[in-house]
């Protein structure tokens, strides 16, 4: 079992650069894919991004490339999206995810096997 908290969301201006932080605790932190989500009122939860145990590969979604990175510190138990540039239309809940039970890492959220309890960001323009 896993436990994730999401924090570091809030009201950010334009062009901002928030870091979110995702604190795992309940097993051991580098068994787990982590992934980032968001959701916006009126729509589907979307992948931000994800990285695998060891930090080697990252993957993210069209609409953050360039604009967003995923790390993780294994040793802290912590993933993190650091943001920037943001734009009102990154406004969304973001989410944390764990994904044990797959041989690769995932952008699917169905295969996520754990998450947090989501952080709200808005960007104000």
């Known amino acids: 079992q896993v436990q994730l908290v999401e924090s570091g969301g809030g009201l950010v201006q334009a062009g901002g650069s928030p870091r979110l932080s995702c604190a795992a605790s309940?097993?051991?932190?580098?068994?787990?894919?982590m992934g980032w989500f968001r959701q916006a009122p009126g729509k589907e939860r979307e992948f931000v991004a994800a990285?695998?145990?060891?930090?080697?590969?990252?993957y993210y979604g069209d609409s953050v490339k360039g604009r967003f990175t995923i790390s993780r510190d294994n040793t802290k138990n912590t993933a993190y999206l650091q943001m920037n540039s943001l734009k009102p239309e990154d406004t969304a809940v973001y989410y944390c995810?764990?994904?044990?039970?797959?041989?690769?890492?995932?952008?699917?959220?169905?295969?996520?096997?754990?998450w947090g309890q989501g952080t709200q960001v808005t960007v104000s323009s």
């Open positions: 309940g097993r051991t932190f580098s068994s787990y894919d």
């Open positions: 990285i695998s145990r060891s930090g080697g590969s990252t």
């Open positions: 995810a764990a994904a044990y039970s797959v041989t690769r890492v995932t952008v699917t959220a169905t295969q996520y096997d754990y």
